[in-house]
């Protein structure tokens, strides 16, 4: 009966009729009708009225006949207007074009025509002063500008409905003030709805939510339905997903207690959309295609139409035909005038890109992105904005124009943190993960854990920086969801470490993908996915259960030990059984990229299996003597140390040097941000140029300008000549801006406008000149915090923040400390004669055990002290002196029992270097559990220890 419920519409009452009793009827719960008399006397004929064949939808459609029985045929002594009340629409439009005497008037008939879907005939027999009606039917037809005009001519007479009608014109053309003009400050709910639905269009999510709270209470059952789906669409927006999926059920039972089928086709398109992103896809794809059955049937318009969020949907779960179709359809939904401007050529650009960084076709899809972000810029829509851009960035990748990705990744993820939108910060993020950017896995993870984003979050894990078991578990979720074409394009993106069977299924999939795809999206589809190709063809064996699980582990220990430079490939050798596997010389070729690796021996079929992912590891980390390794030849060698932390600054320095995009490097005091900039300049296109350091902090306010853009001679006191400023010496080279938070915000005005338009003005100059140079900047403060406050202008974050790099502290590479502390110790001495002092096990022991606030610059100073006080041999325990500087003492703790485990397994795994294997074993756990902790230590207290093995390159 439940099922039954949600296929009939409302105002559609059950009638089970039947010659005898039946048991099973006989409930409370039925009102029963005896009839008596004999079977010809029936009054349930169709009155010759007739049948389905010529009018849409099936034949419930509407009452058909309201008759008594006298002995004969029924007779309807029913006014034309009462059935009107009761929705006989199919009768009163019958007797219209029957011609009879007592049929209903032109007016009442051509309503009923509209709401039976004729809008064309309902116009023919409108009159000219019918403004309303002829309103609802041009909007029917796509004439919104007709349906304006009409309602406009109304003036004083237009009623509440006829006010909500022009609001909603007004709103799909983004003629926002215009609306809320209209709509007043009447606290009905139709008015209280679209003004919620503005806010959120202005990107003001919370305060829409919080006028929605305050008039709910007070809303009647009627207009209950659509306050609660636009509380589910703004809890949705917000991150509030839970929140959001109870606003949308209380939405679908109250519309259908209502007997409101306006509210609830859209109640279930809203449900459909909070169970799309929790993960429930099935049910969420049942929800639609219910809303748009009851929206076509009963030819109902909406400002979004369900078949909108249908596509999305059934192009997510690779039900191709379905989605074409669909895509067919919206068009014409949608309404030819509403189609082809405004709002809603917006919503068809960002749903052609949407489909098109699905199915890969990159710059076949470009176009509608780049149209929707100008657009909806434009039309002050942020948030659409920063999806367009989303795409945008995408489909770059796709292409390979990894510069123009970024950027607008960038510029997305920007957007969302001004409007607190989390759900597109994480897809951004994401985005960028899967490019090979710095972005933290285990961030994202959590963010999508904590939104309930069940589909990002097997995206996430299904990463290739994500350990090979986890990867393969999230990868098979994924098809199950079932989401195939995003399952297909991760997986393709390293799938040398997947077990065969997954890699079998997968590959399956993508063939009945193509076989129902266009010649083109089949071709594009194809090269998003062609590592699939490449790992179908090498025919290699692979290990299969406690095997694989221990092979993993060596070669985790093997990955983490060659990173530190106490590992060689003699040692992947053991543990594939190869006789030897080398960079040079013969054998078999296990790996041509990115470096070459051969192995001899017997069987091999391991070594071939392990051979791309080692080729990775044994490229990302330089070994002495070779190029990039630590010493002369390292390409940052003001960069100490050896840790992961540093190797992957060093990573994110090189591959960010070679752009001519600004950097914003953050950090904590101390941590070596100006070495940074110096190494970046280093090696960038502007090397030959001058490097041009800027303190921010240090130059006072008054000052600033003149410091940065030079003066002219008598701009001020005793200025005799033409002086020249930072910005201009920096030219063709680089400008460092340090400690850039301090700035004043005149400055960041004037200093953007030089990022714009490369043109400055010196201080009491009339004439502007050009200039080119590489920015830098840095700061030790949260800049999106300032953003949001008001002390740090947005427009200048967006272009500081392209890139951006993140300095470790000194606590996150403890392991640096003896590299670091004898670097300081040479450095000490090297103006003076003798060796240098030797520190001992205990000196380095005490250092690792401080906290380090002050980080590097701390311990170069405590270093510093500890030669002086040592006594030219040895630097011991009783050297090394730590200033009583109180920052933020450690109280002691009260947390749960399943905090203090976390971090209880989070600290034995910074014990052993990261190696998990050796944390299971000294925690007597499995690897399982250990990932279990690790992940909770993540989502409540940050990152894990960056030496676990899950965060080397290709693990």
Avoid at 104 to 114: I, M, N, R, Y
Avoid at 864 to 881: F, H, M, N, Y
Wanted: net charge negative.
């Amino acid at each position: 009966m439940k099922e039954l419920a949600e296929v009939l519409p409302p105002r559609l009452c059950l009638v089970l009729s039947s010659g005898t009793p039946v048991e099973w009827l006989e409930t409370g719960d039925l009102h029963h009708v005896d009839l008596t008399g004999q079977a010809e006397e029936s009054a349930d004929l169709p009155c010759g009225i007739p049948g389905a064949s010529g009018w849409p939808g099936p034949s419930w459609l509407g009452a058909r006949r309201r008759g008594i029985m006298t002995g004969g045929e029924p007779e309807m002594p029913v006014e034309p207007q009462t059935l009107l009340s009761e929705g006989a629409f199919r009768e009163l439009a019958a007797a219209w074009d029957s011609g009879e005497p007592g049929r209903p008037d032109s007016t009442t008939a051509a309503e009923c025509f509209l709401e039976l879907g004729f809008p064309e005939r309902s116009l023919e027999l409108l009159a000219a002063d019918a403004g309303e009606l002829r309103a609802r039917a041009s909007i029917q037809l796509g004439m919104n500008r007709e349906a304006e005009a009409a309602l406009r001519a109304l003036g004083q007479r237009r009623t509440q409905a006829g006010d909500l009608l022009l609001a909603d014109i007004l709103i799909s053309d983004a003629r926002f003030d215009e609306a809320l003009e209209v709509l007043g400050e009447a606290a009905e709910f139709g008015r209280i709805e679209r003004r919620a639905r503005i806010l959120d269009l202005l990107g003001r999510p919370s305060q829409a939510l919080e006028l929605i709270d305050s008039e709910l209470p007070a809303t009647s059952e009627r207009g209950r339905a659509d306050l609660l789906c636009t509380k589910s669409t703004l809890m949705m927006r917000l991150g509030f997903y839970e929140d959001a999926l109870k606003a949308a059920d209380e939405a679908v039972n109250v519309s259908r207690s209502a007997a409101d089928l306006a509210a609830l086709t859209r109640s279930l398109q809203e449900r459909g959309r909070v169970r799309e992103v929790t993960g429930a896809w099935r049910e969420a794809l049942d929800d639609c295609r219910m809303a748009v059955f009851h929206c076509e049937e009963n030819g109902l318009r909406f400002a979004r139409p369900p078949h909108i969020d249908c596509f999305v949907l059934a192009t997510r779960m690779g039900l191709l035909s379905e989605s074409e179709a669909l895509w067919r359809t919206i068009p014409a939904v949608m309404g030819r005038t509403e189609a082809s401007s405004g709002p809603g050529r917006l919503t068809l650009d960002m749903l052609e890109a949407c489909a098109g960084t699905l199915l890969g076709r990159g710059a076949r899809a470009m176009a509608a992105a780049e149209r929707g972000a100008a657009a909806a810029a434009s039309m002050s829509m942020p948030l659409r904005q920063g999806l367009c851009l989303l795409y945008r960035g995408i489909l770059m990748m796709q292409e390979g124009e990894m510069e123009e990705a970024v950027q607008s990744l960038r510029h997305a993820r920007s957007i969302a943190g001004l409007l607190g939108d989390r759900h597109l910060e994480l897809l951004a993020d994401l985005a960028q993960a899967q490019a090979g950017l710095p972005v933290e896995t285990a961030r994202i993870t959590a963010l999508a854990s904590d939104l309930g984003l069940a589909a990002e979050v097997l995206e996430s894990r299904s990463l290739p920086a994500v350990e090979p078991g986890e990867r393969a578990e999230a990868l098979g979720a994924l098809l199950d969801l079932p989401s195939p074409l995003r399952a297909c394009e991760l997986a393709s993106l390293s799938p040398e470490m997947l077990p065969e069977r997954l890699l079998t299924r997968l590959s399956r999939t993508r063939d009945e993908l193509l076989s129902v795809m266009s010649d083109e999206d089949a071709e594009s589809f194809r090269a998003l996915t062609r590592g699939l190709d490449a790992a179908r063809g090498t025919g290699r064996p692979f290990v299969t259960g406690g095997q694989a699980v221990e092979t993993l582990r060596s070669f985790s220990s093997w990955a983490l030990g060659f990173s530190r430079g106490i590992e060689d490939l003699s040692g992947l050798a053991r543990i594939t059984g190869a006789d030897e596997i080398s960079a040079e010389g013969d054998g078999e070729i296990i790996a041509d990229s990115p470096v070459p690796l051969r192995a001899s021996g017997g069987d091999l079929g391991l070594a071939r299996a392990l051979g791309p992912a080692a080729a990775v590891i044994a490229a990302s980390v330089p070994r002495r003597g070779e190029p990039g390794a630590a010493g002369d030849d390292d390409p940052f060698p003001e960069i100490a140390g050896s840790s992961p932390a540093v190797i992957r600054l060093k990573e994110e320095m090189a591959k960010a040097a070679p752009l001519s995009l600004p950097i914003l490097i953050t950090g904590e005091t101390g941590t070596g941000k100006d070495l940074v900039a110096r190494g970046i300049h280093r090696r960038s296109r502007s090397a030959h140029g001058p490097f041009v350091p800027v303190d921010c902090g240090a130059i006072p306010e008054t000052l600033l300008e003149s410091e940065l853009f030079g003066a002219r001679r008598g701009a001020y006191t005793d200025l005799r000549a033409d002086r020249s400023g930072l910005v201009e010496s920096a030219s063709g080279g680089t400008l460092f801006l340090d400690e850039m938070g301090n700035l004043a915000q005149a400055m960041q005005v004037k200093l953007l406008r030089v990022l714009e338009t490369g043109r400055f003005r010196r201080l009491g100059d009339s004439a502007e000149q050009e200039v080119a140079f590489r920015l830098l900047a840095a700061t030790n403060s949260d800049l999106s915090s300032a953003v949001a406050a008001g002390r740090f202008r947005a427009d200048l974050y967006y272009r500081l923040a392209v890139v951006v790099i993140r300095t470790p502290s000194l606590r996150e590479r403890l392991q640096d400390i003896p590299d670091l502390a004898r670097r300081f110790v040479v450095e000490m001495r090297s103006a003076e004669a003798g060796d240098p002092p030797s520190v001992t096990a205990g000196a380095l022991r005490r250092l690792a055990m401080h906290s380090w606030p002050g980080n590097v610059r701390e311990l170069r100073n405590v270093i510093q002290r500890a030669v002086l006080l040592s006594d030219g041999r040895l630097i011991t325990e009783r050297e090394i002196v730590f200033e009583d500087i109180p920052v933020n003492p450690i109280l002691p703790r009260l947390e749960s029992i399943e905090d203090a485990v976390a971090r209880h397994v989070h600290l034995v795994l910074e014990s052993v270097a990261g190696n998990r294997a050796r944390a299971a074993e000294i925690l007597e756990c499995d690897p399982k559990t250990l990932r279990k902790y690790l992940s909770l230590y993540e989502s409540r207290f940050g990152n894990p220890s960056r030496g676990s093995a899950r965060e080397l390159p290709g693990l």
